[in-house]
């Protein structure tokens, strides 16, 4: 009976001491899955204010494009007619251009196990 006991109180001392090292496993997973998604999210940010960089250039060297074949307002009128074309545009298919690949992401990030 004495080594039934000392068996016992061995698996609950193991029990614990695998309850302490999967909690330790959760907060370090955590802890990279945050970081990953952080470091997304900071990429972004930075894509998406270089992006806005680029098309204002982009959109101020169209207008010197259109200007040698229209009067200046016109040029400027017209580029911004294109701008909100895309920005309909990208309204539009906002499901399959932003919404699906970020959905994608977190679930990958949150239900992959490695």
């Not at 193991?14 to 309850?19: A, E, F, M, Q, S």
């Not at 400027?76 to 970020?102: E, H, N, S």
């Amino acid at each position: 009976m004495e080594k039934f006991t000392d068996e016992l109180k061995d698996l609950i001392v193991d029990g614990k001491r695998w309850v302490k090292l999967e909690v330790a496993y959760a907060k370090l997973t955590l802890a990279e899955k945050f970081s990953l998604l952080m470091s997304a999210m900071i990429i972004g940010a930075v894509c998406l204010l270089m992006g806005m960089l680029v098309l204002v250039m982009l959109s101020l060297a169209l207008v010197e494009v259109f200007t040698t074949i229209m009067p200046t307002g016109l040029a400027y009128l017209t580029v911004a007619g294109i701008l909100c074309l895309l920005i309909v545009v990208v309204f539009l298919l906002r499901k399959p251009l932003l919404l699906d690949p970020v959905a994608r992401f977190i679930s990958k990030l949150i239900i992959d196990k490695n």
